[in-house]
T-cell receptor, first 114, second 113 residues
Framework: DAGVTQSPTHLIKTRGQQVTLRCSPK?????VSWYQQALGQGPQFIFQ???????QRGNFPDRFSGHQFPNYSSELNVNALLLGDSALYLC?????????????FGEGSRLTVL | GEDVEQSLFLSVREGDSSVINCTYT??????LYWYKQEPGAGLQLLTY?????DMKQDQRLTVLLNKKDKHLSLRIADTQTGDSAIYFC?????????????FGKGTHLIIQP
């Protein structure tokens, strides 16, 4: 049973560019959340998708957008990249009707913005 | 918004108990969580406690909740080298339900031989 998979694992972009990160949830999961983890910090909630809709959003600007596909996989898009967007981006999946807060995390996509 | 505070480092000797502490601001949090992150890996849910409980025990792990003081702790009995990791306290982002989570900055648990 594959867990949460994310791609790419590492990428380097320059300021002003756009990036797309991808996530496949754990089998049987229908809810995907995205988190940003800066170096030395805890993960910060970006948004959550359920039934292809953004269900909840954290305190992130509109440059951060997402999408969920019918197969429950998800993308995170960041436009007009800033140096401060350099971080580990974590995807977490869960079952909409499952145990509370039981998020299964991928290993993340490390984004470096130069 | 919700604020979750943890001390950044804890050093213990192998075989001793580790106690990791956390304070939070939103008293309406229904569930409170402990996650573990090992080097180069994603986060893993260790345990959680419902807000109407004072204590939950799961093998070597004991979670204590003091709702009055908004204080949560995680005790690891007989700490082993494999317990070396970053431990995150987390509460629901919106203060209720089970959607997004607000995490603390994490406590680095260092095990001395």
């Amino acid at each position: 049973d594959a867990g949460v998979t994310q791609s790419p694992t590492h990428l380097i972009k320059t300021r002003g560019q756009q990036v797309t990160l991808r996530c496949s949830p754990k089998s049987g999961h229908d809810t995907v959340s995205w988190y940003q983890q800066a170096l030395g910090q805890g993960p910060q909630f970006i948004f959550q998708y359920y039934e292809e809709e953004e269900r909840q959003r954290g305190n992130f600007p509109d440059r951060f957008s997402g999408h969920q596909f019918p197969n429950y996989s998800s993308e995170l898009n960041v436009n007009a990249l800033l140096l401060g967007d350099s971080a580990l981006y974590l995807c977490a999946s869960s079952r909409g009707q499952g145990a509370p807060g039981e998020l299964f995390f991928g290993e993340g996509s490390r984004l470096t913005v130069l | 918004g919700e604020d979750v505070e943890q001390s950044l480092f804890l050093s213990v000797r192998e075989g001793d108990s580790s106690v990791i502490n956390c304070t939070y601001t939103d008293s309406s949090s229904t569930y409170l969580y402990w996650y573990k992150q090992e080097p180069g890996a994603g986060l893993q849910l260790l345990t959680y406690i419902f807000s109407n409980m004072d204590m939950k025990q799961d093998q070597r792990l004991t979670v204590l909740l003091n709702k009055k003081d908004k204080h949560l702790s995680l005790r690891i009995a007989d700490t082993q080298t494999g317990d070396s990791a970053i431990y995150f306290c987390a509460v629901p982002y919106s203060g209720g339900g089970a959607d997004g989570l607000t995490f603390g900055k994490g406590t680095h648990l260092i095990i001395q031989p």
